[in-house]
């Protein structure tokens, strides 16, 4: 074999070498990312009590798709000084819908559930799962619209330790997750 067939031989190798390797790279398939609900179209959530009422912003939009999206709202306002009272017997949530009782999706909703995490672990953490709760309350929402899922009594279990917490009210789809995030004091 000569040096100018070598030359070709080795030549030939590093071509097919390089183009499938660039063929490899362009021809990936990637899973599709879906966007999470804008939070223009996520309702307020109201906590009510028998002396105050709390509208808490959407503070994240997960969407579970073929890949993970956790969007943050980066201009939800914090309710200040929340106090929930053990004593009282009759707490509520609710969604506030726009004028048109849209409450913003077509997501049929699975879980609603309200639940307490220690007030220094962060909202991303939280975001992502990787946290203790203290359950307050689930329902499961069944053939219920996402207003109706989210319109619930509930009160403070006595077990819960009067302390400072970040209250957490999760609407959970299929695919997707509201979370309302805020520091709340629970009192005796």
Known sequence: MTTSSLYVLLFGIIFILTTNTLAMQFGRV???QFAAVPFDNIPIAKIITDR???????????????????????????????ILDK????SSLELECD???NCGTNLAPM????????DSETEDLIANNNITALDIISNECGNLTTQDCANFSFTVPDDIAPQSYKLVVEISFDEAKWLFINSVQISN
């Open 87 to 90: 004593k009282i017997n009759g």
């Open 52 to 82: 105050v009422e709390y509208k808490l912003d959407p503070d994240f939009s997960i969407d579970y798709g073929d890949e993970t999206v956790i969007e943050k709202n980066l201009q939800a306002k914090s309710v200040e000084n929340m």
């Open 30 to 32: 990637y899973a599709p």
């Open 111 to 118: 879980l609603t559930k309200i639940y307490l995490v220690s």
């Open 99 to 101: 004028s048109n009782d």
